[in-house]
């Protein structure tokens, strides 16, 4: 009920290219803004990009512009976050997460609004 799960996460090269996907159950994901988050080891979680209930608005950290691209499929119910020029710093373990649509997608990306579910995470490692 009210789940979240990613995957598309593994081990790949840098320069190398991943796409993550995020399927919700139990709920349906077009009502909220999705939002993806990363946590790396000894280090603070951090928002890496945001897109808002019918996808006509999107946000991104600095570190990941011109690189990630998030979407979403409604009628899939699925997000997702197409990971390019993939660096070592990118190394973390994604997130996504059903956040409530108040009071926009840069609100989310800050962690400034509140989640309605999150997912287990997957593993993305960029590594040589």
């Known amino acids: 009920q009210l789940q979240l799960v990613e995957s598309g996460g593994g081990l790949v090269q840098p320069g190398g290219s991943l796409r993550l996907s995020c399927v919700a159950s139990?709920?349906?994901?077009?009502?909220?803004?999705t939002g993806w988050f990363r946590q790396a080891p000894g280090k603070e979680r951090e928002g890496v990009s945001c897109?808002?209930?019918?996808?006509?608005?999107?946000n991104y950290a600095d570190s990941v512009k011109g690189r990630f691209t998030i979407s979403r499929d409604n009628a899939k119910n699925t997000v997702y976050l197409q990971m390019n020029s993939l660096k070592p710093e990118d190394t973390a373990v994604y997130y996504c997460?059903?956040?409530?649509?108040?009071?926009?997608?840069?609100?989310?990306?800050?962690?400034?609004?509140?989640?309605?579910?999150w997912g287990q995470g997957t593993q993305v490692t960029v590594s040589s």
């Open positions: 997460a059903a956040v409530e649509p108040f009071p926009g997608v840069t609100a989310c990306l800050a962690g400034r609004a509140g989640v309605r579910s």
């Open positions: 897109i808002s209930s019918r996808g006509g608005r999107t």
């Open positions: 139990g709920f349906t994901l077009d009502t909220y803004v």
